[in-house]
């Protein structure tokens, strides 16, 4: 064996790093769930860990894991997604401008019109798949954060980074990138010029549908970065060790989860991309969708386990293809081993964008052939 070659990201995530527990050997750390530690005689630390919230064994192997998948300097993991997007949002300073994608994830751009005047953040949102309104919206005055979602859930837009980045940078801000969707396996959105990266953990990177879990990961940290964690020591939405235990035993099978889902979704999308009744399937992996050329510069393994497409016949017919099926789920959240569809427009907030016609699926590791009837037949019988 090359002692020194590089691993692979696969290789270090199956083995959760080659972290042993240094009292027995065991290839599996024990569940930590100790909210405080003890002191010594003279009243000294032995590991340097007061209290929970400060630091716990718990956090070290998740936070490193995602560090090193992401080539990030460091991690963070935060009790949910949300707890993690809006963790860098929390920590501006009153009057920082913050320019963000709307049609993405509802929660952050439903969290900046609720909450951003509180905080006194000076908000420009720009619809998810107009670039070149963001970056013009970026070059217009000094910006202190910029939030994408690359590709974009649900409409899946892709998002050109390095230019969105370079924009960013000389507007004297912080490109964050959502990356639920991409996940590292197919893209390191740091390398690509991103300064922090985000993830609903709750998804691919645990994908079992059984833990809400958020991590940030940053490629140098700095001013905001040290308030981000000041901000989460203060206020503790850490997760707890049990969830963390299981984030870790999920993210050693992500990179062959995620091939499979990739995988299936470029079938299924294929398959949709065909049928009479459907007149658009959103998947980057297609040749026909409008970045694909992009996408495939900036992803790798695959296209994600992610796609939406839109049924003829409007709302009433995407509603029923989703009572049609039989196989497949009905049911929110996404990146679980088990294939799921929604229908975004009837769960997301009054005056939303997502199309009433539009159906998402998440992807399972279920046999493509299984999914493929299932959908064949949903459709037939409309
Ligand atoms: C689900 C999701 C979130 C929110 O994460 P939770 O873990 O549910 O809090 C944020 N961003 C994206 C892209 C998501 O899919």
Redesign the pocket.
């Known amino acids: 064996m090359k002692r020194n070659a590089p691993l692979d990201p696969s290789t270090l995530a199956a083995q959760g790093l080659g972290w042993e527990d240094a009292e027995t050997g065991a290839v599996i750390r024990p569940v930590h769930v100790a909210t405080t530690y003890a002191r010594d005689e003279n009243y000294a630390l032995p590991d340097d860990r007061t209290y929970i919230r400060d630091a716990s064994p718990a956090l070290d192997q998740a936070e490193s894991m995602i560090a090193t998948l992401e080539n990030a300097a460091e991690a963070m993991v935060f009790s949910?997604?949300?707890?993690?997007?809006m963790a860098p949002f929390q920590a501006l300073r009153p009057g920082d401008r913050v320019v963000a994608q709307s049609g993405?994830?509802f929660?952050?751009p439903t969290w900046l019109d609720e909450f951003g005047d509180a905080h006194g953040l000076d908000r420009v949102m720009v619809p998810a798949g107009d670039e070149e309104a963001l970056l013009a919206a970026v070059r217009a005055a000094p910006t202190a954060l910029v939030w994408i979602?690359n590709p974009?859930?649900p409409m899946l837009d892709v998002a050109d980074i390095r230019a969105i980045a370079d924009a960013t940078h000389d507007s004297g801000g912080l490109l964050c990138v959502?990356s639920?969707?991409a996940t590292p396996v197919h893209s390191r959105h740091l390398d690509l010029g991103a300064d922090i990266v985000?993830?609903?953990?709750?998804?691919y990177l645990n994908g079992h549908s059984d833990v809400?879990?958020?991590a940030l990961a940053v490629r140098e940290p700095g001013d905001l970065w040290e308030r981000i964690r000041r901000h989460r020591y203060l206020t503790g939405p850490q997760p707890g060790g049990f969830d963390l235990f299981l984030l870790v035993r999920g993210m050693r099978t992500l990179f062959v989860r995620v091939e499979r889902q990739s995988a299936n979704a470029q079938k299924i999308a294929e398959f949709l991309e065909d049928h009479p009744k459907v007149p658009r399937v959103n998947y980057p992996g297609l040749p026909g969708h409008p970045r694909h050329t992009l996408a495939k510069a900036q992803m790798q393994n695959g296209f994600g386990g992610l796609l939406s497409f839109h049924v003829d016949g409007g709302e009433a017919a995407a509603l029923q293809v989703a009572k049609n099926v039989q196989l497949i789920k009905r049911a929110t959240?996404?990146?679980g081993v088990e294939t799921l569809i929604e229908h975004r427009y009837t769960v997301e907030p009054e005056g939303t964008t997502t199309p009433p016609d539009l159906l998402r699926l998440s992807m399972g590791i279920e046999d493509a052939g299984d999914l493929i009837s299932d959908l064949s037949q949903a459709l037939d019988r409309l």
């Open positions: 949910s997604g949300l707890a993690a997007c993405i994830y929660g952050v979602e974009s859930n959502d639920t969707t985000a993830h609903s953990a709750t998804k809400l879990c958020g959240s996404l990146g």
